[in-house]
């Protein structure tokens, strides 16, 4: 068993640092606990390392304070999808980072999908062969396993291409590339690299399963913090009277989110035994909560009044409230330009983008069919499978830009 000394060894310190917090312990304990199960006596000493906070005079006071939230969360009341995540802890791209320039922004968005995706490679390696790598419920068969990291490492490659981390040769093996992948890319963690993979996992319990749920969904939202900030330029690009320019960024846009799509038969190797095993802890948490999503869904068109009444802008009130003061969406800036169309090329890119916003809804509602059944409820107890057969029918864009159909991806 663990105990929480480390932390306590902190608090007793004349004036502890930030810097020094014991973050192996703390990350190890839940690991092994499981969040939903961590003791009482590791609460009351992590609450009463928050309430030392103040009296700490430190730069990084802000990174512990988002961590202890993130790992008080049951605690506090405050369980919901971003803390289960622990989105407050990753660099996501977007709004709430400097901005920086389209191509800074995009290699972050690279940059942590990568080592999200290499850090779940290395985890299921080491499960393979240690008994004692964490969350070892319901280990997933060596069929699996193999399985599992080739969808992980083909999700990964394009990224890793991009940042010219791995090439791929046709004369390696999966298990050649695989090593060559964690070894590359764990040389160039930087600190605050590994201790973002580190603090951001906090599972709900410990079944090996949820390792691999938990990255993937973190990498899905890497990619819509960025989809977020595209639309906003492009709806500047509109806004200034360049629409091709808006129609290049929509489309390499709509190229990222199908490219993300191989993130779906990644998640489709999830054991059903062990998501059932582990979502009954994840009761306040649901993909409904999604900030990045529901922003990128209304830069696109603003939501009709029963769409922002329902579950999914009740549960996000930040976008919900920039929603109704009048936040602009491509749409509407395509009616302020006083265009009765989009340029034919603009056309295409929202076709484009569209269709690859329904392929993504359709492939999430068929995953979802799979593992909880047609009629069931969502993680954490939403509306599930019914409230995604309704939203994967929702317009992307204003009915005058009528979506192309793109197969659906096979998970």
């Not at 963690?189 to 079944?207: F, G, K, N």
């Not at 920039?322 to 076709?351: C, F, Y």
């Not at 499978?385 to 793109?406: G, I, K």
Request: glycine share 4%; hydrophobic share 40%.
């Amino acid at each position: 068993m663990t105990s929480p000394g480390p932390v306590r060894r902190w608090l007793a310190q004349r004036r502890p640092s930030a810097d020094r917090f014991p973050y192996d312990a703390v990350v190890t304990a839940y690991q092994r606990h499981g969040k939903h199960f961590v003791p009482h006596d590791w609460t009351h000493v992590l609450s009463a390392a928050r309430d030392r906070l103040p009296q700490l005079n430190a730069t990084n006071t802000r990174h512990l304070s988002a961590f202890l939230s993130c790992a008080l969360d049951k605690v506090d009341g405050t369980y919901d999808y971003r803390s289960y995540l622990g989105l407050p802890l990753l660099q996501l791209p977007g709004p709430d980072r400097p901005k920086g320039t389209a191509a800074q922004q995009f290699a972050r968005r690279d940059r942590l999908h990568a080592i999200l995706l290499t850090d779940l490679i290395a985890f299921e390696l080491r499960a393979a062969f240690d008994e004692h790598t964490p969350l070892p419920q319901m280990r997933p068969t060596p069929a699996m396993t193999t399985k599992r990291l080739r969808h992980a490492l083909r999700a990964a490659m394009p990224a890793l291409r991009r940042l010219s981390l791995v090439e791929h040769t046709a004369s390696s093996s999966q298990a050649t590339l695989l090593r060559r992948v964690v070894a590359t890319v764990t040389m160039d963690l930087t600190p605050e690299d590994r201790r973002a993979l580190q603090i951001s996992m906090l599972p709900v319990h410990t079944v090996h399963d949820e390792w691999m749920f938990i990255r993937v969904l973190q990498a899905f939202e890497t990619t819509f913090a960025l989809l977020a900030t595209d639309l906003t330029d492009v709806i500047t690009a509109v806004e200034t009277g360049q629409p091709s320019r808006a129609a290049s960024k929509l489309s390499a846009a709509a190229s990222l989110l199908r490219e993300s799509a191989s993130l779906w038969p990644l998640l489709a190797t999830i054991q059903p035994a062990a998501f059932h095993a582990f979502r009954t802890f994840t009761e306040g948490a649901s993909a409904v909560q999604s900030r990045h999503y529901k922003i990128v869904e209304s830069l696109c068109r603003t939501p009709r009044t029963a769409r922002l009444d329902s579950p999914a802008y009740l549960s996000v009130p930040e976008v919900r409230t920039a929603i109704m003061h009048g936040q602009v969406s491509l749409d509407d800036a395509l009616n302020a330009a006083q265009q009765s169309a989009p340029t034919p090329v603009l056309a295409a890119a929202m076709r484009e983008f569209a269709a690859a916003i329904h392929q993504w809804r359709q492939t999430h509602y068929r995953l979802a069919v799979r593992i909880l059944g047609p009629e069931h409820s969502g993680t954490g107890y939403t509306e599930g499978t019914p409230y995604l057969r309704d939203a994967r029918q929702e317009p992307v864009f204003h009915h005058r830009h009528p979506p192309d159909r793109m197969p659906e991806q096979e998970v």
